[in-house]
């Protein structure tokens, strides 16, 4: 298939991917080379991402005259991006104590006996969601995971839009 062919559905698909697997990269880039263990609400975020990969992947793969089904595609990359976005956006509202997070963010102690105490402090998460690891001109990684899965959202259903449109 020669780049003339490719269909505006496929060009965004291709980019959806590769954003996508670029902003995974960069999680796992800031994880193990820079250090920053991530918290639980950062894991969470990652998993739109792959289901973005996956759901771009059988885009690419569906058939040149698919248009429906790739529609299809491209809105549900749009609604796990916007999914992304909205953890992300609990996730911020965390870092900036504006509510509590999740069980999984942090535990309280509430044991009644050392050997209980030790089993909770052993089964806490070793990073807390309401510490900001990071941040570029006073946005957290989270923040700008707000920003990016928005704009990638937007993309996604545009192209849905449009190749909807082409179905016929």
């Known amino acids: ?76 990359c749009g609604v796990a991006l916007l999914v992304g976005g909205g953890v992300a956006v609990f996730h911020v509202g965390v870092e900036q104590h504006w509510w509590t997070g999740t069980s999984g963010c942090g535990v309280t102690a509430t044991a009644d006996s050392i050997d209980a105490l030790r089993a909770q402090i052993m089964a806490a998460p070793v990073v807390r969601c309401d510490q900001v690891a990071w941040s570029l001109f006073g946005i957290s990684m989270a923040g700008y995971n707000i920003l990016i899965s928005l704009v990638l959202a937007a993309v996604a259903f545009f192209a849905a839009r449009r190749a909807f449109g082409s179905a016929g």
Do not use: E, N
């Open 1 to 76: 298939m020669a780049i003339a062919d490719l269909s505006t559905s496929r060009i965004s698909a291709l980019f959806l991917l590769g954003a996508s697997a670029g902003s995974l990269l960069a999680a796992f880039f800031f994880q193990y080379v820079v250090g920053l263990q991530p918290c639980v609400l950062c894991i969470w975020q990652r998993w739109p991402y792959a289901v973005v990969i996956a759901l771009s992947i059988v885009s690419l793969a569906a058939a040149t005259d698919a248009h429906k089904l790739r529609a299809a595609l491209l809105a549900l």
